[in-house]
Nanobody, 124 residues
Framework: VQLQASGGGLVQAGGSLRLSCATSGITFEIYVMAWFRQAPGKEREFEAA????????DYADSVRGRFSVSRDNAKNTVYLQMNSLSPEDTAVYHC??????????????????WGQGTQVTVSS
């Protein structure tokens, strides 16, 4: 199983980035997919999740209205569009997969597989 996150980088405050997470080794369409982030010295925190069919989404309050999660089941890939970035968004962003049959979870303990992460740095 591989979850390969990409698309991170250095961006100025107010800018945008689009993260991608390409998966292999799992039946992608039966997994809830999510993005978490971890800043230095902090715990890994939930940011966004999307249900298996892409109908339901959930966001952390800190990113709601600025970030948008989507998925392409034909490409086995989940995306995170991040707009209006601020220095507080600086972190390593990880994608994760959860084999649940209903809804989405914000609890990292529910996620079975994790990607290695991609660094996002927002300068002021």
């Amino acid at each position: 199983v591989q979850l390969q996150a990409s698309g991170g980088g250095l961006v100025q405050a107010g800018g945008s980035l689009r993260l991608s997470c390409a998966t292999s080794g799992i039946t992608f369409e039966i997994y809830v997919m999510a993005w978490f982030r971890q800043a230095p010295g902090k715990e890994r925190e939930f940011e966004a999740a999307i249900s298996r069919g892409g109908i339901s989404t959930d966001y952390a309050d800190s990113v709601r209205g600025r970030f948008s999660v989507s998925r392409d089941n034909a490409k086995n890939t989940v995306y995170l569009q991040m707009n209006s970035l601020s220095p507080e968004d600086t972190a390593v962003y990880h994608c994760a997969a959860d084999r649940r049959t209903r809804g989405v979870s914000t609890d990292r303990k529910d996620y079975n597989y994790w990607g290695q992460g991609t660094q996002v740095t927002v300068s002021s």
